[in-house]
């Protein structure tokens, strides 16, 4: 379990939840796994199967709290999660934007470290940086459009 | 409609940047699951089915297995014959290297071939440099900050986690892990398990695997026949194999675990008959100190001269009882209370619990009464013949004994014995001198076997 401890509560981060829902879920995930074993022949399952289960526990979660997502919304986020889902995919993933991040430019780079090391408060990183809110949130937006296609070009390139 | 790239590339920004370190990661990952652990626990002490958890367990542990299984037959012919052949030949170096102290060369080559293409070689450098202990946790911290590489990076800080996280204690070349510990505390509640009981089960398994050690360097194996034997005795003596397996799932245990138990119990046992033996047929060769000495039949006669009072004649009953004092019209109602305390107890069995069932708090005592002693109040003596006579092992009655207390009595000890000369009694004088000593040989084969291993945390048993 521990080798899907983190990749799961990674999926859920990536499907919107906090770090705290996160960490509740995957706990939940493991209990509801463990309570019920299921049985899997495919090499692999295992992984999709937490996903599956974890999604499950994320939409009740959101029911809880009346904002239910739509279906079709997490079926596009499923695709595009399943290459960057397995450990090594997402190490390889995350070492593509870290190259991308290096070969930014420095005034690039210090505001991406500055609004992620902030966990995204956007306000606060725009008055460390010296930028309005609102310009803040629009050199994020192109920042991250560069990176983007530079994390693609990398990663069809290996 | 969400950007699902957008959200990807936010969580890899998110741990290059946001991280709280891996140290802190691996911290935040191990009390998760520890919570699952407790959650489980509670959940399977709620339904009160231990036995399923067990089948659970064994459910996962299949379905991991079926896993494993199927990654197997899923892997081309070409890359189960690489493996097959890494495994046979050439790349075997650490895995051989893993009992011999390691040299500065050794520990550089398997830290080189943590990046090695082939993931066999990578798992038994990874393997091997486990094995080799606390004192490379230093060098281990030293390659993560230089080593850039993912894989090498996730396997150093592996090892750094085992060695300053998972590990409780190494004895000779063996690990134990906290784990490992744990498993004796599978009945407590986390919250009763204090940092000395911790200790003190690290103490037992410690010593545990010190004996087991000595055993398996001296050949000592129990047979499968021997283990049958052991296993049904110790059934037979819960009263059969029904109620044996009900205690074990009381307990929360397996029969398989029982059965390894009485296998590590069995060979701690004949280890320490070796050893007697060995010491007591070559007198030089007593490495141990033990106490080979035999006990005369006049040391004998001495004790049981100073100890006559343990060898009279004994008819004893140790009760337990309720008494209900009462004035005029209140002895109906007290013996309608008393009656039903009676009824109760073929329930609960004991008077105590029963008591407390009903609401009785005050007046119980517990004594013993003797054939030719004095009697306890409020017992007359017809009460107290009657009970000595007539009362069976755990049974409880109303007695009336006077005119203003009603009692309810129940008998849940009876020692009967009649008085022995010196010859009806050395048999069990010896034996009890016997044991006395054999008690004195395992402490001070404890001690030394101890002594001679080679134990981390060093100051494990200072002082006890």
């Known amino acids: ?158 | 409609m969400t950007d699902w790239e957008d959200r990807v590339l936010d969580l890899a920004l998110e741990e290059l940047h946001g991280s709280p370190g891996e140290d802190a990661e691996a911290a935040r990952i191990e009390q998760g699951l520890r919570r699952v652990e407790q959650k489980l626990a509670e959940l399977g002490e709620a339904e009160r089915t231990p036995a399923t958890s067990g089948r659970r367990a064994i459910a996962v542990a299949a379905s991991i297995l079926s896993l494993a299984c199927a990654s197997w037959f899923v892997l081309g012919r070409s890359d189960r014959a690489q493996v097959a052949e890494t495994s046979s030949v050439g790349r075997q170096e650490p895995a051989k290297k893993a009992g011999v102290a390691p040299t500065e060369a050794d520990v550089t080559q398997w830290i080189e071939q943590l990046s090695d293409p082939n993931s066999d070689v990578r798992d038994r450098a990874s393997e091997a440099l486990k094995q080799k202990g606390p004192d490379l946790v230093g060098r281990f911290r030293e390659e993560l900050s230089k080593s850039s590489d993912l894989e090498v990076r996730s396997r150093l800080q592996d090892l750094i986690y085992f060695w300053t996280h998972a590990v409780a204690a190494r004895v000779n070349d063996e690990i134990i892990t906290w784990d490992t510990v744990k498993a004796g505390f599978k009945d407590l509640r986390p919250s009763d398990i204090t940092e000395e009981l911790r200790q003190q089960a690290l103490r037992a398994v410690v010593e545990e695997r010190v004996f087991l050690q000595e055993a398996h360097r001296r050949g000592i194996v129990v047979t499968e026949a021997e283990l049958r034997d052991a296993v049904r005795r110790n059934a037979e003596s819960f009263g059969g194999e029904e109620a044996h397996r009900s205690a074990l799932r009381a307990k929360g245990r397996t029969p398989e675990a029982e059965r390894e138990q009485v296998r590590r119990h069995l060979t701690v046992q004949r280890l320490q008959d070796q050893i007697l033996e060995q010491a007591g047929s070559n007198r030089g060769g007593n490495p141990f100190n033990l106490d080979l000495s035999e006990t005369s039949r006049e040391e004998l006669r001495r004790w049981y001269a100073a100890n006559p009072e343990k060898f009279a004649a004994v008819d004893r009953a140790d009760v337990c009882w309720v008494e209900f004092p009462f004035d005029g019209e209140q002895g109906p109602a007290r013996k309608t209370l008393a009656e039903a305390i009676v009824v109760k107890m073929r329930t609960k069995n004991s008077l105590g619990w029963a008591c407390t069932e009903m609401g009785v708090k005050e007046n119980i005592h517990i004594g013993s009464l003797e054939r030719g002693a004095p009697r306890p109040e409020p017992f007359s003596e017809e009460t107290k013949n009657l009970i000595l006579d007539r009362f069976k092992f755990g049974e409880a009655r109303v007695v009336e004994d006077s005119k203003d207390v009603i009692l309810v009595v129940q008998l849940y000890d009876r020692t009967r014995r009649i008085s022995e000369t010196f010859e009806q009694a050395e048999p069990a004088v010896r034996a009890m001198f016997e044991n006395q000593k054999r008690e004195v040989n395992r402490k001070r084969l404890r001690e030394g076997l101890l002594e001679r291993a080679k134990i981390t945390p060093e100051g494990l048993f200072r002082g006890r």
């Open chain 1, 1 to 158: 379990l521990e080798e899907h401890y983190r990749p799961l509560w990674r999926y859920l981060r990536f499907l919107g939840c906090s770090d705290t829902l996160a960490e509740d879920l995957v706990q939940e995930t493991f209990i509801a796994v463990l309570a019920r074993p299921p049985v899997l022949h495919e090499p692999g399952a295992f992984a999709a199967y937490l996903r599956s289960v974890a999604r499950n526990k994320y939409l009740k979660a959101r029911q809880k709290a009346k904002s239910e997502p739509a279906w079709e919304d997490l079926g596009a986020a499923d695709a595009i999660w399943e290459p960057v889902a397995d450990r090594e995919d997402w190490d390889r993933y995350r070492e593509a934007v870290k190259g991308c991040v290096d070969s930014l430019d420095d005034r690039d780079r210090v505001l991406l470290e500055t609004y992620y090391s902030r966990k995204g408060r956007r306000k606060e990183s725009a008055a460390t940086s010296g930028l309005s809110e609102e310009g803040m949130k629009t050199l994020l937006r192109r920042i991250k459009t560069r990176l983007k296609s530079c994390v693609k070009g990398k990663l069809s390139h290996d």
